[in-house]
Each structure stands twice: as C-alpha cells, then as structure tokens.
C-alpha cells in the first residue's frame, strides 16, 4: 500500500522540505564540535521550521546528568553560536524532545537504557522508529559504540524505518585505516545509511560550482585543457593548531585537509557533467575523477611541505609550531602541503592541479582558481601588455563568497596600455545574506534521506590511495621546511611552482 | 538621500549612478527591481519593509506614491543608496497629468535583463495584471488583508481575477500553517474525512486555507469566527480521531494527534519584511496558489 500525502505536491515549492518524524542520537555530547556546529545547526533547523513536529535529541555521555542538565548545555550552545535569532517559544518545543543517557561506551545497561528512551520517545513523541546516530567522537571510539548499538537491537530498520549513522573526518590515516573504519561501519550499517560529513560540501558556493559549470553555455565550452593553463586549490587558515595538538600531531594538513576537503573540491571542478544529479551519478563521476589521477614522477619536485616558524602574524607575536603546547620538538607533522597532481583524462591532459593547505598563512581564506593560457598572439606592442598577466576565474569558497574573473582592460588614457582587471560577484550580494550553515543543510539532509553531498568510502579509498605514497615519500624526509608565520608558506612551494615556469596567486 | 524636485526619468537614473560612485563602488550587485505602490500615509512603512527584504534579494526599489490628477504633471523623486545593503531606492511622488501615465516613469528605470515585482500594500487594482504598472511586472504582489475596501471580498477578487504572476500576502502567510499540516499527515498517514477553521471573522488568509484544504483534501471545510488573531485553530477529522492545531496567541501552538500527547509547535505570525522575502525568492508562476485561487473564486463569499 503507497499512501501519498494529499497535501504535498510537488509543485508546491513554498513547503519546506521537512524531515519526516525522526529523532537524533548525539554522542560527544560535550565537544567542540557539538556544542558549535550540531547543537546550534538543529536550533537553527527548528527556528526554519524544518525539523519534524516531536523531533527528539537524545544525549549520551560520561555525564551524571538529568535531561535538564542536558538542555542547559544545548541552551548555551544555542544562544552562544546559533546563527537566526533566540525564540523562546522555538525553544520550548524543541526543549521537549530532549532526553540524556549517561553512561560508558562499553556499558551494557547504558545502552539498554537508551534503547528504552528511543522506544519511549517513538510513543510519546511520534519520532516513528526512525533515528540518526551522529557520532562526534573520535574514531577509535566508532567500533565500540557501533558494535554496541547493535547487540542492543539499536540498529535494526523494522517496519519502514530508518536507522542512519553520521561519522565526520579523518575518515582514517590512511588506505588501510579507512578500510578498517568501513568495515567497522558496513558490517552494521548499509552503505546507503552511513553518511559522511565533509562539511565544505555543505557550502553553497561548492554546490554552486556545479550550476555554474553545468547550468551555463558561457564556462564549460573552455573548461578543458585547450583553454586551461593549470588550477590552484587554495585552503589557507591564518590559525595555528591552538589547542587541537592531541589530534593534529602525527595527522598533519595533507590528512586533515587535502584528503578531503580539497579532493573532493577537485573532483567538482574536474568531473565530467553527471547524469543527473542524484547520489549515484555524482559519485559515479567523481570517482572517475579520483581514478583518473596520477602523481607526477619525481614526488621531490612536485610536492613541498612545512611547518609554521615562530614569528608576527596580522600583528601578533605567535608561537612556531614546534613550540605549540603536545608538539614534541622534534614532530615531523606538517602545516603546510602543497601538492601537484595530474588528471589523465583527454579533457584535462597537461594541466596540474595545484593542492595546497596551511596553517597560520596570510589569511584565511579557500579558493579554486581556474588559470587561463596566454592569448596565442597579442597584436599590441610588448610595453602595451607588460602587465597583462593570466585570464582567471577565481570560485571563492569562503569567505566573501563569490565568483572572480580576472581579464585585461585598457588602461584610460591616449596610450595602449592593458592591465589586469577583476569582475566580481559576491554572493551575499545577490542573494539572500542568511545563507544557512553548512551544517544545517548537511543534518537536514541525513534527516531526509538525501545523500547527494556525501562522499562514500569508494571516494575515501580512492582519496588515500592518491595521497598515500605522497605520505610515504614525506615519511622518509625527515622534517619539514620552516616557513615564516603570516606569509604564504615555504620556499619550496614557490620553488615548486617555478619549476613548472608558473606562480602561485596571492589569494 | 536626494530630494528631486520636478523632474523625470533620466534625471532620477543618473542620480542612481552618482549615489552609487559616492558610496564607493559604482558596480551593480542587484537581482531585481520591486515596484511599490502606495499612498503617502503608508509609503515610509512599506519602504522600509521593501529595504529589510532587499537584504535578502538587493533590490532597485521604486516606490510610486500616485497623487492628484489635477493640474499640470509634475514628478518629484527622493533618490538613495542605503548604507549597509547593495540596493537603492527612489520614492517617486506622481501628480497631475502624469498619473495617469506612471509606466512611463517607471520603464526606463528597470534594471536590464532582470526580474522586475511590484507589490501594492494596501490597495490592490481589481486586476493587478491589467494595470499599467502591473503589466511591467513578473510577480504581481497584492495584500488582500490590508485592503481598505471591500475587505471581507477582497481575496475574492483578487483570485477571480488570478492571472499567471500574481499572488496574495494572505497566501504568503499559510505557508507555516500548511508546512505543518502536511508534516501532520506524514506522520499520521491517515484519510482525512472532514476539516474545520477557526479565524478572524474577516480574514483572506482562512479562506484561502479553506480553499487549499478543500481542493487538496476533496472535503468540505467548515469555517467558524474566533477573536483571532489571524487564524486559530484548524482541525483534520481522521478515522483514529481530530488532528488539531489551535494557535490563540499568534505565537506558539499546540498540536494534538491520536494516540499522542499535545505538543507545543512555534507558529509565530511573520511580518510583513519576512513575507514580502518568501514572496521574492520564486519568480515563476505558483501552481498550488493558481489552484487554490480557482477554487477559492467558485466558493461563495463568507462560506
């Protein structure tokens, strides 16, 4: 029997898409990335009204906590990082739903306990069986609170429901760790139900990358290696580590960003056009990416790595990273990587792209930049273009979203003269100012079933495999170059790029 | 803000360039142009509503306040960037002969090539679409609930005269009301056999849900008279018992479900910027109002 909802229409694009009935799982309750990121986001949901009526948060942790006790913490989570304003009668509906388990990860009767509150809550709260656990917990955790939802019948999908699982990065070490995790995860979860967070996909200006390219004539026609010179993915912080030694050391930026983030940023600016833009076939298509990419020969020349130098930054004094407090003086983990590879395909033949993260950079900042080839023939005299560098388009990420192309104009005046000039589009400009947070999309869509913005460990494998020799031959240097703090990382880098005759842009 | 006083057209668009120079950057970051138009007494209101939704969609806004037609035409306009968002705006006084002719001011300061919406706050034309000024929009904003005229018929006429663009605020209102009633259904997959609202006596937006409900659900809908505000309750009668959200302050409602404790739901009435932001993000024709619209004008007023 298939019951349509007489009151949905999917030409009724006003209705928001709400979540079915459901409730939520946190565990980590106490985090850096509950208490700003989830907490916060599934206010802000509720405050949009997009959380289903008698949607439930239940709490688990080491805690001797009550469900007030618990409310308190999301309470000041709430008010201290939300992004829409504080309503108190949003918050009493949402304030219900709440619930705390305490207990251990290996405690059987804790478990028990929370399958008794999920079964009450699917009574009294019409949250109708149907629960995402979001593990905000570290990874050598994810095992034992898997193995447990299980053999407490946690994570079986009766009668139409769901049970989904949200793990966020690392996503492993490397291969074999990632191969491990997954199948700590499949063996309990279908792979349609694990859902990845990678939260720069939650980003608009990511998903605009693809209206861009695949809703316009005027970009894709010199989107290949005809028109393209090279491309640079920029993440830049202008932090150090701050007090995150415990898991930074001995993971490092390529782990922490490029595995990943920059990847997966990559995999959208070079894939081909999806067939549809359902899960599926845009995994399909970034995979054959990811399949496609092949390491430059000599890793010595084509990569470059280093750690931050004490020094200034934006006018402070700040620690080097050997000094940060947990780094041994003599860690070999990295704060900066830059790395080049090639996609061998016929659309992107001879075109590198250039990956590179940092810690404590210039600013803050993440961009995809597109680099044009020089026009084959200049009718100007030499002086007239002396300044006239690249054609760029430039996707910035954040902040400042928005969209740069970078061309030459003529300078005013009698003589010819032609210089670089930017276009820009700001998307904040154009659109609404309150484009939701990453995090709010990403949680609404693990509520809706919707997995098209989440990598699958097919992506994950192939990611490791792309960067693990680059580890490897790193594991074997010894220690990264020092670079300034504040600036745009080591000389290598520079050197790096000049080997190819080309510079890296001041983001 | 610039006052310019018996002037036209060119006059006030090269005010529009200088404004944008002196503020810093003469680049144009707008998706749409918004028409309003609007008595004096309203007009400072209604623009300030326009300017909080232009921060969503940056907006060339264009309020036209239409004057006496006596006497000789004259147009006076008061032009300005606003500090702190990418739109401008220019609030164009209209009198005498001119009045009759307003598209003739407002045409040449449409932005090219982009989507242009005109919003009347308080009273709409009998056919928005066949007014002058309405005709050169896309999206045709009317406010049955704040006509001052022939209240209670208001959304009436404005669905019978439903052409392809228009769209009231009273439907713009529902959308939190009949989110959460679809989200009920979805929870409780049930045949709904009978409904019923209870509203302000006269209220655009109670008949429109009667209409909505009646043309999606195939029952009849009973209406009844409260204290308001706005709409207070509404009831979906189900085999397993009523599905029920009464919402007496405007504020925060309760749910009542079979088989479920009641719950509080928060069902705050918007305002009039937040509206007039839901209005503005879809430019194309809204088919479930365009359905609701037809129903709605084939049931008798009141009813």
């Not at chain 1, 859902?195 to 026609?221: C, S, W």
């Not at chain 1, 061998?344 to 803050?364: C, E, N």
């Not at chain 1, 700001?426 to 309150?434: D, I, L, N």
């Not at chain 2, 509206?275 to 009141?302: F, N, Q, W």
């Amino acid at each position: 029997m298939t019951w349509t909802n007489p009151l949905r229409d999917p030409e009724d694009r006003r209705l928001p898409r709400i979540a079915g009935p459901c409730g939520m799982v946190l565990f980590g309750v106490t985090g850096d990335l509950s208490r700003k990121k989830v907490m916060p986001a599934i206010y802000d949901l509720a405050n949009r009204g997009l959380l289903p009526p008698g949607f439930s948060l239940v709490g688990f942790a080491r805690r001797d906590w009550a469900d007030q006790d618990f409310a308190q913490i999301v309470h000041d989570s709430v008010k201290a990082h939300a992004r829409t304003e504080f309503r108190e009668e949003v918050w009493q509906q949402l304030a219900e739903g709440f619930r705390f388990v305490p207990g251990d990860f290996d405690d059987d009767a804790a478990f028990e306990r929370l399958r008794r509150t999920i079964e009450e809550l699917d009574q009294e709260r019409g949250t109708g069986g149907n629960h995402a656990f979001y593990l905000a917990i570290p990874p050598g955790f994810f095992g034992n609170v898997v193995g447990q939802l299980q053999e407490h019948g946690l994570t079986e999908q009766k009668d139409g429901s769901w049970r989904r699982v949200v793990v966020e990065k690392p996503f492993g070490h490397d291969l074999e760790s990632a191969r491990e995790l997954n199948n700590i995860l499949a063996g309990v979860f279908p792979s349609g139900s694990i859902f990845r967070i990678d939260h720069y996909l939650g980003k608009e200006t990511v998903q605009n990358i693809l209206a861009m390219r695949f809703a316009n004539e005027l970009f894709e026609p010199i989107w290949n290696s005809n028109y393209v010179d090279h491309v640079q993915i920029t993440m830049a912080e202008d932090i150090g580590i701050g007090g995150r030694a415990g898991y930074y050391d001995g993971i490092g930026a390529a782990r922490d960003v490029i595995q990943n983030h920059l990847l997966q940023l990559m995999c959208l600016v070079a894939m081909e056009e999806p067939t549809s833009f359902d899960a599926e076939s845009l995994r399909i298509e970034k995979q054959k990416v990811l399949s496609s990419v092949v390491l430059p020969r000599r890793l010595d020349l084509t990569t470059a790595r280093g750690q931050y130098a004490p020094g200034w930054a934006g006018g402070e004094k700040v620690n080097g990273f050997l000094e940060e407090e947990g780094i041994k003086k003599t860690s070999t983990t990295e704060t900066y990587a830059a790395v080049t590879l090639n996609v061998d395909t016929r659309r992107w033949a001879g075109v590198p792209f250039y990956l590179r993260t940092g810690k404590r950079l210039g600013r803050r900042v993440t961009e995809v930049a597109i680099v044009f080839k020089r026009a084959p023939h200049l009718p100007f005299s030499a002086t007239a273009t002396e300044e006239l560098t690249q054609n760029a388009l430039v996707i910035r990420v954040q902040p400042d979203e928005g969209m740069t192309i970078r061309f030459g104009s003529k300078v005013p005046g009698t003589a010819m003269e032609i210089r670089d000039v930017n276009m820009d589009f700001v998307y904040g400009g154009s659109f609404t100012e309150s484009s939701p947070e990453a995090y709010e999309r990403l949680i609404l869509d693990v509520l809706l079933g919707d997995p098209p913005l989440f990598p699958r460990h097919e992506e994950v494998e192939l990611s490791w495999k792309i960067l693990d020799p680059i580890l490897e031959h790193w594991g074997r240097k010894g220690k990264p170059e020092p670079y300034a703090s504040g600036g745009w990382g080591p000389e290598s880098a520079d050197k790096m790029l000049a080997r190819d005759g080309r510079v890296w842009r001041r983001p | 803000m610039i006052e310019l006083t018996d002037t036209n057209s060119a006059a006030i668009a090269a005010e529009f360039v200088r404004a944008r120079t002196r503020a810093g950057s003469p680049a144009m970051g707008m998706v749409m142009t918004l028409i309003i138009v609007v008595d004096e007494d309203e007009a400072e209101q209604a623009m300030l509503a326009a300017r909080a939704a232009s921060h969503e969609h940056p907006a060339r806004v264009l309020g036209v306040i239409i004057g006496d037609a006596r006497g000789a035409g004259q147009v006076n306009a008061q032009v300005g960037t606003g500090a702190g968002w990418t739109g401008e705006t220019a609030l164009i006084r209209l009198k005498g002969e001119v009045v009759k002719h307003p598209e003739s001011v407002v045409l040449p300061l449409l932005l090219p090539d982009s989507p242009v919406a005109i919003w009347w706050p308080c009273d709409p034309p009998q056919d928005p679409a066949a007014d002058p000024l309405g005709a050169l929009a896309q999206r045709r904003i009317t406010d049955a609930a704040a006509a001052q005229r022939g209240r209670s018929r208001a959304i009436h006429q404005q669905c019978s005269a439903y052409a392809k663009g228009n769209t009231d605020l009273a439907w713009t209102r529902l959308t939190p009301w009949r989110a959460l009633l679809a989200a009920a259904l979805d929870q409780h997959p049930l045949k709904v056999t009978g409904a019923a609202i209870s509203a302000e006596r006269v209220s655009p937006s109670a008949d429109l849900l009667a209409a909505w409900l009646a043309d999606r659900l195939k029952v009849s809908v009973a209406r009844s008279s409260s204290e308001g505000p706005g709409i207070t309750e509404v009831v979906l009668e189900t085999k397993e018992g009523p599905i029920r959200i009464a919402r007496p302050d405007g504020r925060l409602a309760t749910f009542t479900s079979p088989g479920r404790p009641d719950r509080p739901i928060a069902l705050k009435r918007r305002d009039l910027p937040e509206l007039l932001g839901e209005e503005l993000r879809r430019l194309d024709e809204d088919d479930v109002y365009a359905a609701t619209a037809r129903r709605l004008s084939k049931m008798k007023v009141g009813s």
